[in-house]
């Protein structure tokens, strides 16, 4: 996690380093000095070094492409201030508690198949209007100048899906680039043939998930990518101390 202070001047860089859920900061050489005043506290991970930091403009990116892990952004910003979570500190009242949350949508497509002659899954590709890479005001948690990509990369599954076996998970991380519902299409390599199947209406936001149960249906010596339903839920982070957060950017 990084941080940044304030200082009459401008923002400060503040510590780099990995801290677990319930970690102590004493930074109260800062804070001495805002015994009337509030100081607004936000943090972002991963971090970036340098005294040029904008805790405001973070450039946020990805490459897309890959089945290994991607870069998962979070952020805990200042403006959701409830009572409880206090990310406003002075000197009476020096500590917070910070929610990471995820700056990233994650699509999560669960494939299944009512058979096992529908041949050899080569890869799925979704695409839609969201983005891959932008700007990230950590503070408030909004994200700005989204780039739409031409596609979001194929994935294969490491395991193909079975009759009556359990789905297989495919995921990708995107941004929101519009606060209207948007269409996503999912494309699908099966044998020679390419498969497709649309999803209307669906809402991207930061911090939630969206499940899409695909079926690969075969009919005879025909095969079609059916889609039935959608579901979406808060995408819950499970830290190193075992303890659940639920991240959500309304």
Not at 139 to 153: A, K, L, M, R, W
């Amino acid at each position: 996690m990084y941080y940044t202070y304030y200082e009459t001047s401008g923002w400060r860089p503040g510590n780099a380093t990995a801290y677990t859920q319930g970690t102590t900061i004493n930074y109260y050489s800062h804070v001495d000095v805002l015994t009337y005043d509030y100081a607004k506290v936000s943090a972002y991970y991963p971090y970036r070094r340098g005294a040029d930091i904008d805790p405001e403009a973070i450039p946020i990116s990805f490459t897309a492409g890959t089945n290994s892990s991607q870069t998962d952004w979070l952020y805990a910003p200042y403006s959701d201030f409830d009572g409880v979570n206090k990310p406003f500190v002075n000197f009476a009242n020096p500590t917070v508690n910070l929610e990471m949350r995820h700056a990233h949508c994650m699509i999560n497509l669960l494939l299944s198949a009512d058979s096992d002659n529908y041949g050899t899954l080569h890869g799925i590709t979704i695409m839609g209007n969201m983005g891959l890479s932008g700007t990230l005001n950590s503070t408030t948690g909004s994200i700005t100048d989204v780039e739409q990509p031409e596609n979001f990369g194929t994935k294969s599954p490491s395991l193909a899906p079975v009759a009556g076996g359990d789905p297989v998970s495919l995921s990708w991380l995107v941004l929101p680039r519009t606060d209207s519902p948007v269409t996503i299409t999912i494309t699908a390599r099966i044998r020679n043939e390419t498969l497709t199947a649309t999803v209307p209406n669906v809402l991207i936001r930061s911090g939630y998930k969206i499940n899409i149960p695909v079926l690969i249906k075969t009919d005879n010596i025909t095969t079609s990518l059916v889609v039935s339903s959608v579901y979406i839920e808060p995408w819950t982070t499970m830290d190193q101390t075992a303890k659940d957060t639920t991240p959500i950017n309304n």
